[in-house]
């Protein structure tokens, strides 16, 4: 069995950084896509950006020009990079993997809190 593991999330300022990292454990698996989502209260779940093998990343409206996501396809990790942090992003956010046979595998969240 595989498990996706986030890690990183914090409580920080307006214009200030964090990183998230996201990792496997357990079984290896290849990956063809890894992402990551957020929530925040009272709302749907919303994609923060996703990297497909082979593809440009893929960003969404709010966070692009702050948010990088970079992976190490080597141990399968994944990289959220978030600059200029504002009170909005507040949310749980989650790491997705998506392996090459389709499987959707999900983190159980990290709690990202930017104070104004």
């Known amino acids: 069995q595989v498990q996706v593991v986030e890690s990183g999330g914090g409580l920080v300022q307006a214009g200030e950084s964090l990183r998230l990292s996201c990792g496997t454990s357990?079984?290896?698996?290849?990956?063809?896509?890894m992402g990551w989502y957020r929530q925040a209260p009272g709302k749907e779940r919303e994609l923060v950006a996703l990297?497909?093998?082979?593809?440009?990343?893929v960003y969404g409206d709010s966070v692009k020009g702050r948010f990088n996501i970079s992976r190490n396809k080597a141990y399968n990790t994944s990289y959220l990079q978030m600059n200029s942090l504002k009170p909005e992003d507040t949310a749980v956010y989650y790491c997705?993997?998506?392996?090459?046979?389709?499987?959707?595998?999900w983190g159980q969240g990290t709690q990202v809190t930017v104070s104004s």
């Open positions: 997705s993997m998506t392996t090459n046979f389709g499987a959707v595998l």
């Open positions: 357990g079984r290896t698996v290849s990956i063809a896509a």
């Open positions: 990297l497909r093998t082979g593809a440009s990343a």
